[in-house]
């Protein structure tokens, strides 16, 4: 089965960057749907970037501009650059993956395969 595994947070300050890793095992095919969602305690998850290969990647717009999605389909791994780091971009941030072609939308319900998470802090 598949499984996901990211690596890279850490604590930053303010307009600093980090870069997020996500490294897959498993049968993974190179049009699967994949996503870097971010949650805080108390709120729902949300989708930060998405892309499946076809065409730029979709991102949250607070993120446009300061965040990069990039998809590495010889060893279907994902990275998410982020720079300019803000304090509202404090969260446990996953990778997911979809078995499917990205939807317009990105629920997380449409993921049936989650890392355990990354935490970021921006102070």
């Known amino acids: 089965h598949v499984q996901l595994v990211e690596s890279g947070g850490g604590s930053v300050q303010a307009g600093g960057s980090l870069r997020l890793s996500c490294a897959t095992s498993g049968p993974v095919y190179s049009h699967y749907c994949m996503a870097w969602f971010r949650q805080v305690p108390g709120q729902e998850r949300e989708a930060v970037a998405s892309t499946d290969g076809r065409g730029s990647p979709t991102y949250l717009e607070s993120v446009k501009g300061r965040f990069t999605m990039i998809k590495y389909n010889a060893n279907f791994s994902v990275s998410l650059e982020m720079n300019d780091l803000k304090f509202e971009d404090t969260a446990r941030y996953y990778c997911?993956?979809?078995?499917?072609?990205?939807?317009?939308?990105?629920?997380?319900?449409?993921?049936?395969?989650w890392g355990q998470g990354t935490q970021v802090t921006v102070s």
């Open positions: 997911a993956l979809r078995t499917a072609y990205c939807a317009s939308t990105s629920p997380p319900k449409y993921f049936a395969v």
